[in-house]
């Protein structure tokens, strides 16, 4: 008998480890975060990178397809606009997302992407200059723009009356 408790512990210790850890099977090599803006622009008004699927987009820039397919729709980075010029900001989030590529991401995947590609999309964006302290103040203006600001409503009276009731008067059903 004590054979076959000793398996049966052993199956259930077993059955409570695989339920701790999933294996990795649903997670994507990507880079995790933001996709840096200069990116962004460039998936969405690049005539070549344009014309590029969805998902060969995605494997390139280390990123989902749902992401590019949304950058695409237009249905994020709104404010991405054709006249977008990169700050030095952006040409330091799209280098250290380059850095990325390569490396473990936080589900413990080897991220995979097109550094070169990439890297030369950043040298394009280099070499047509980068925004002006003006421009780099308007873009920071209509991304704010874009961003809906809700404000918490106060609780709404329903009209129900407070209660008044005294400790230890016949009211008070606890006492």
């Known amino acids: 008998m004590t054979g076959t408790a000793d398996t049966s512990v052993a199956t259930e210790a077993a059955a409570a480890e695989a ?23 460039a998936i969405r008004f690049d005539k070549v990178l344009k ?14 397809v749902g992401k590019v397919f949304d950058i695409k729709k237009g249905r994020n980075f709104g404010y991405v606009n054709e006249s977008y010029k990169p700050t030095a900001e952006d040409v330091s989030a799209a280098e250290a997302w380059i850095a990325q590529v390569g490396a473990e991401n936080a589900k413990g995947l080897a991220t995979v992407g097109d550094k070169t590609l990439m890297q030369s999309t950043l040298d394009q964006y280099k070499t047509a200059g980068l925004a002006s302290a003006e421009e780099a103040a308007a873009f920071s203006v209509a ?15 329903t009209g129900k009356v407070a209660q008044t009731a005294v400790v230890g008067t016949s009211d008070d059903l606890l006492s």
């Open 51 to 64: 014309v590029m699927g969805n998902k060969d987009l995605a494997n390139k820039f280390a990123t989902s």
């Open 143 to 157: 991304r704010g723009a874009t961003r809906v600001k809700t404000e918490k409503a106060a609780p709404a009276v």
């Open 19 to 41: 339920r701790k850890r999933a294996p990795a099977a649903n997670f994507l090599p990507i880079v995790r975060g933001r996709l840096p803006l200069l990116f962004v622009h």
